[in-house]
């Protein structure tokens, strides 16, 4: 008895739109991600700005200390 080998098949139009959803959110997930490491790095510059610096851009010492301890997500 011989077995017929099934041809392999192209996804469907569902699992292609399933993959095209699942990349789309990585990549949301990558840019909030980017956002959120540069929101870390310039909170972290903004704290060690000397007085005058933080008074030149036009905040306090309280203004950056309140900035830089934000969740990342604020």
């Given at each position: 008895m011989?077995?017929?080998?099934?041809?392999?098949?192209?996804?469907?139009?569902a699992i292609?739109?399933?993959?095209?959803?699942?990349?789309?959110?990585?990549r949301r997930v990558a840019e909030t991600l980017q956002i959120w490491r540069r929101r870390a790095?310039?909170?972290?510059?903004l704290l060690a700005m000397s007085d005058r610096d933080l008074c030149d851009i036009g905040i306090?010492?309280?203004?950056a200390?309140?900035?830089a301890n934000k969740p990342l997500w604020r």
């Open positions: 011989r077995i017929a080998h099934a041809k392999p098949c192209a996804p469907g139009p292609a739109r399933d993959i095209m959803n699942l990349a789309a959110s990585v790095q310039e909170r972290r510059q306090t010492r309280v203004d200390w309140r900035e």
